[in-house]
């Protein structure tokens, strides 16, 4: 693998797009062997949408590496950009409903789940619901639904260590609008009739995505946003799950670690992760006491390739493995 911990740039050798009801299509791709052992990853965000570097984590001699972007992000359609979207259809459970489509429409009995920050948590909850279908789980950034870590990366939390972004969020907000829940009301700003409010809104959330995963805080925008139509779908879907504390009872996704008891799982976190703090990998730890807990010193919450080297060690570990 050369310098990099990643493995060699890939092209998927087949994707489509998939109807999941409710006018909404996935997009997918299947990357590496096709008989190699399955694997899908769930990306972040919410509303972040794949990337081709996810498809550098496997051996692609050893995996059929599945990605797909999840309802109203990346390729997938409608975009949450567009002037009037309706995104009742877009919760958590929607979500588990079209991994399980995904898996049936592809031919797959079992995969090997991986998921980051945000796809953490969906991994987890996809796995407790359908356990019989998971063959391990690789998580990273861990988050796991609870309301503490949505008021800790969104609710002023985080402000504790970025308080000059923090104020700037507040400020993009108009007058009006900054008593209360700010999720809430940048949420109605990202809705709003007037494009330039929903512009501007999106901007300022991104601003402060763009900040906080390492340290020291990055001083502009992130080039993953540097897209406006992009700005404007995630801000408007992170916001979505936040507003709503991602449909899930909270606590419910360590409470049901029983579930997964029997499933080989590895969780990766940067101890200096400010967005998915280690608390949150500890605590999933404690819950799912067969899981292994790996913690990459001076790595924060995203690019860092200590974290891509220890995911890439649990791949080729896993692509090892034999079920019983």
């Not at 995505?209 to 700005?231: H, I, M």
């Not at 200590?306 to 034999?322: L, M, P, S």
Request: hydrophobic share 40%.
């Amino acid at each position: 693998m050369g310098s990099s911990p990643l493995y060699p740039e890939i092209n998927p050798y087949v994707h489509g797009n998939l109807e999941v009801g409710a006018g909404n299509r996935i997009y997918w791709e299947c990357c590496g062997t096709p008989s190699g052992k399955p694997a899908v990853v769930l990306h972040g965000g919410p509303g972040s949408g794949c990337s081709p570097w996810m498809r550098q984590l496997f051996a692609p001699n050893a995996y059929c590496v599945v990605l797909f972007d999840q309802r109203n992000c990346g390729r997938s359609t409608p975009n949450a950009s567009v002037d009037v979207i309706d995104l009742a259809n877009n919760t958590t459970e929607h979500l588990i409903h079209d991994i399980e489509q995904l898996r049936s429409h592809l031919g797959i009995q079992r995969w090997l789940v991986l998921g980051g920050s945000w796809g953490s948590a969906l991994a987890l909850a996809y796995a407790e619901t359908h356990p019989e279908c998971v063959t391990e789980m690789i998580l990273f950034g861990v988050t796991t639904g609870q309301r503490s870590e949505f008021d800790w990366a969104f609710r002023g939390g985080l402000a504790r260590l970025f308080p000059q972004q923090w104020e700037r969020l507040l400020n993009g907000l108009p007058h009006g609008n900054r008593e209360g829940d700010i999720v809430e009301a940048y949420r109605e700003c990202l809705n709003s009739p007037d494009p330039s409010i929903r512009e501007q809104a999106a901007l300022e959330w991104c601003m402060w995505e763009s900040a906080t995963p390492a340290w020291p805080p990055l001083p502009g925008l992130a080039k993953r946003f540097a897209d406006p139509d992009y700005r404007l779908a995630f801000a408007r879907i992170v916001t979505h799950y936040v507003s709503n504390n991602a449909w899930l009872e909270d606590g419910i996704l360590l409470r049901n670690c029983h579930r997964i008891r029997e499933t080989p799982g590895v969780l990766i976190n940067g101890r200096f992760d400010f967005q998915s703090t280690l608390l949150n990998a500890w605590q999933l730890k404690r819950a799912w006491e067969t899981s292994d807990l790996v913690v990459v010193n001076n790595a924060g919450h995203w690019g860092d390739r200590g974290v891509f080297a220890e995911i890439i060690r649990a791949t080729d570990r896993f692509a090892q493995r034999r079920e019983t």
